[in-house]
């Protein structure tokens, strides 16, 4: 499709959103600014852009950084569907990991129990990681479990799933297992919702069969900057795993519902 | 890959055709944050205090000794003035989860309630303008699982809510929103400003000693030219204010069980399932 024909449609998208309601703050996206996501979809009829920029320095030295955009629509009630694209320096180097650069992602991500006073909200996500970017070897596809708690002062997250990957290369895993573990809290209180403190731990198995499991930290923040616009910030290290691990990396960013 | 790029875009845009409203007629949406901003934070002070309110009262009921230091906490918090509307979610968690259905209700109401005023506060208002984006306003919030039906019979609201100093303090808020939809409605661009800020300096003022009775028919009292000229929108709004009215008259009890079934009777009158 031609670029052209691309941003066309995606201008008719934005202008006939049909409202432009405040950007949910709760609602987490995954890998903004943390790797955990709510079992959440976003608010049905409302659409999401996100722009970022990261940046990371892995323990052998070699410094990566890109930009990354996403799209999230809340198609119907209850189900989102979502599109984001990542550029990076060193793909090769990167792609290697497993982290693709100009891929595209697309996602669908659907409500299956809304949380009561006895159950978590449950929810589950199909990615879809089309080859589109630098030294991309074929489609990989992953199913994600979401769960999601809240007490009365903060929320608990898990993220369960598993990464097909279509196009394997010799000595790597067909299915890669990852599993994330988080926390949000409006670190002001209940009476000020306009920031939001986020931090968890992502355990990922790695994309070598004999390789070793990495297990990573990350923080961040969300505050909101505008009745539409959501800035956010996120600090990540990976405290196990291979020699060539993100010793730190950062994230910067902006989302915008229109 | 072209066909699922292209029904990624395509899928939004037909979706949001199905809604019946295109924004390509004018960007109105937040114009009460964008024009008068004023009126923003105190309506957003308000917004924050119903729902800290309903948190509040269904973790532990209402009590005359709770109710002094909730009135307390919640006069110097809306004095605050929050930029930004609150996040339910975040500000009412255990009721969001432990009272679904009224809670939505709310949260849909809340919707509502913005998207109107927004309405009546664009740069490019008129009564045609107005009528078609409120009629449209209408039509999303009927179209919500948890919008309100009308009870059959109206209850007379509990002698015990006009002693507590809280909800005399919400309901002031009430006033707050029909007030200025009045101001907005019945008048143009340029002396919407002057209107809408004495209505903020009057509730400036009784937001420090608010009257003592409890009205819940807010709109079709104190905005006469907005209930006549959007009279389902008016309906609407006041049954919204009758259903937080009586919710809150349902949390008095001091015992949680009765709390909730009290709420689940009040949800079942304006016709939430559960």
Redesign the interface.
């Known amino acids: ?1 031609k670029r052209f024909e ?1 941003l066309s ?2 201008l ?2 934005v ?8 950007q ?3 609602n987490l996206e995954g890998g903004r600014p943390v790797t955990v996501e709510d079992a959440a979809p976003i608010e049905h ?1 409302r ?1 999401s852009g996100s722009f970022d920029y990261a940046y990371a320095r892995r323990l052998d030295g070699v410094e990566y950084a890109g930009p990354g955009l996403s ?1 999230d ?1 809340g ?3 209850g189900f989102e ?1 979502g ?1 984001e694209t990542r550029y990076l320096t060193n793909p090769r180097l990167n792609a290697r990991r497993g982290i693709g650069s100009g891929d ?1 992602d ?1 996602h669908a991500l659907a409500s299956v129990l ?4 006895r159950r978590p909200g449950i929810a589950v996500r199909v990615d ?1 990681f ?1 080859p ?1 970017g630098f030294a991309s070897h074929g489609a990989d596809f992953s199913g994600t479990l979401l769960a999601t708690r ?3 002062e903060f ?1 608990l997250h898990a993220n369960v799933g598993s990464l097909y990957v279509g196009d394997r290369r010799p000595g790597a895993r067909r299915n890669r297992l990852f599993a994330a573990a988080g926390i949000d809290t ?1 670190p002001h209180g ?5 920031t ?1 403190g986020v931090a968890d731990v992502v355990v990922r198995q790695s994309v070598l069969t004999d390789g070793k499991v990495s297990m990573g930290l990350e923080i961040g923040v969300k505050r ?1 900057v505008g ?2 616009t959501i800035f956010f910030a996120g600090l990540g290290t990976e405290i196990l795993g291979e020699r060539d691990r993100a010793r730190y990396r950062g994230l910067l960013g902006f989302s915008h519902a229109f | 890959m072209k066909r699922l790029a292209l029904l990624l875009f395509v899928v939004p845009a037909g979706c949001s055709l199905f809604h019946g409203t295109t924004r390509v007629g004018g960007f109105y949406n937040n114009a009460v944050h964008r024009f008068f901003p004023d009126l923003d934070r105190r309506q957003n002070a308000i917004r924050y205090g119903r729902w800290r309110a309903l948190e509040v009262a269904w973790r532990n009921g209402i009590s005359p000794a709770l109710d002094r230091d909730f009135a307390e906490t919640l006069r110097l918090q809306m004095q605050k003035l929050p930029d930004f509307p609150p996040d339910a979610r975040l500000s009412a968690p255990r009721f969001a989860r432990e009272a679904a259905p009224a809670f939505e209700a709310l949260g849909a109401a809340d919707e509502l309630e913005k998207e109107v005023e927004d309405a009546l506060a664009a740069g490019n208002a008129s009564p045609v303008r107005d009528a078609e984006r409120i009629e449209a306003a209408l039509r999303r919030y009927n179209r919500q699982p948890r919008a309100l039906s009308e009870p059959s019979a109206t209850l007379t609201s509990p002698a015990r809510m006009s002693d507590l100093s809280s909800a005399r303090l919400l309901l002031t808020g009430d006033w707050l929103f029909a007030q200025s939809a009045e101001d907005l409605a019945a008048s143009d661009y340029g002396e919407q400003r002057w209107k809408v800020h004495a209505t903020v300096e009057r509730y400036d003022h009784e937001i420090v000693l608010p009257a003592p009775s409890v009205r819940t028919e807010w709109y079709r009292k104190y905005a006469p030219t907005f209930t006549s000229r959007h009279p389902r929108a008016a309906e609407v709004l006041d049954r919204v204010t009758r259903f937080r009215v009586e919710i809150f008259a349902a949390l008095l009890s001091g015992v949680p069980d009765e709390r909730a079934r009290g709420v689940e009777r009040v949800e079942a009158r304006f016709g939430l399932a559960r």
Not at chain 1, 15 to 22: D, Q
Not at chain 1, 190 to 194: G, R, S
Request: aromatic share 8%; charged share 20%.
């Open positions: 499709m691309v449609l995606a008719l998208a202008f006939t959103a049909p409202r432009a309601g405040a949910e703050i709760s009829g659409l799209l629509y198609v119907l009630r569907l599109a595209l697309v809304a949380e009561d006073a879809g089309l589109t809240s007490f009365d929320r409006p209940a009476w000020d919702t306009t939001m909101r009745i539409q």
